[in-house]
């Protein structure tokens, strides 16, 4: 499996975003999927991850009430809505897939990974 992220940006507080990730390849597997960013110096955390058909969802406190994660699998894709951007949510921003639906919080529960979209917030 192969994942694209995008959607990241520059956004000013109290601005909105919407982030995507594709993926490519192995699609028809039921992979739970997460995102998850990394601030420049501190190490990758945990945002959000959803369940294959969408009915369990789990957030970071940080997040949580600010942030929307869903996912259409007719189209092979995730989205992490993104509202009420703080400065302190810059960072770049991944998707991944686990396939052992281990519903991991940490990055060590994923197998596959997008390559990062950067979403800088201003104050």
């Known amino acids: 499996v192969q994942l694209q992220a995008c959607g990241g940006g520059l956004v000013q507080a109290g601005g909105s975003l919407r982030l995507s990730c594709e993926a490519y390849?192995?699609?028809?597997?039921?992979?739970?999927m997460g995102w998850f960013r990394q601030a420049p110096g501190k190490e990758r955390e945990f945002v959000a991850l959803i369940s294959w058909r969408g009915g369990n969802i789990a957030y970071a406190d940080s997040v949580k009430g600010r942030f929307t994660i869903s996912r259409d699998n007719a189209k092979n894709t995730m989205y992490l809505q993104m509202n009420s951007l703080k400065p302190e949510d810059t960072a770049v921003y991944y998707c991944?897939?686990?396939?052992?639906?281990?519903?991991?919080?940490?990055?060590?529960?994923?197998?596959?990974w997008g390559q990062g979209t950067q979403v800088t917030v201003s104050s």
């Open positions: 991944a897939a686990d396939s052992l639906t281990r519903w991991a919080r940490t990055d060590l529960g994923y197998d596959y």
């Open positions: 390849g192995r699609t028809s597997s039921n992979y739970v």
